[in-house]
């Protein structure tokens, strides 16, 4: 792609074409497909991420909530792993680890 752009690219850092390929450039790594597949790492698409952040938002935005900067990563955490069917595995995890600690873990998302 970057090559495709080259002969468009200006001295203009405003130009479109120029940008998209500063911007590409800047990510390549986050860009390599294949290296990812053969790593077997996921991959999410534009609708994967879109959903993640109307996931969040939902969440944040609930009449009535606040949330401190310390304790947003924990319950965004929780919230994506509820919106991805882990939330029986995480919660079965939370009860076997409280279990060897003589914990009791209250649920209350």
């Known amino acids: 792609m970057l090559d495709a752009l080259a002969p468009f690219v200006s001295a203009n850092e405003d130009d479109p074409v ?3 390929a500063r911007y590409l ?3 390549l790594d986050q860009l390599d497909y294949q290296g990812a597949i053969q790593r077997d790492l996921p991959m999410g698409s534009g609708e994967i991420e879109s959903a993640h952040r109307y996931i969040i938002q939902e969440r944040l ?3 009535g909530a606040w949330w401190l900067p310390d304790h947003i ?3 965004l955490a929780l919230r994506l792993n509820r919106a991805n069917r882990e939330w029986e595995a995480y919660w079965q995890g939370i009860e076997k ?3 060897g600690t003589s914990q009791v873990v209250v649920a209350s998302l």
């Open 18 to 20: 120029t940008a998209c």
């Open 25 to 27: 450039h800047n990510r």
């Open 61 to 63: 935005k609930l009449p």
């Open 73 to 75: 990563e924990t319950m």
């Open 97 to 99: 680890e409280a279990a």
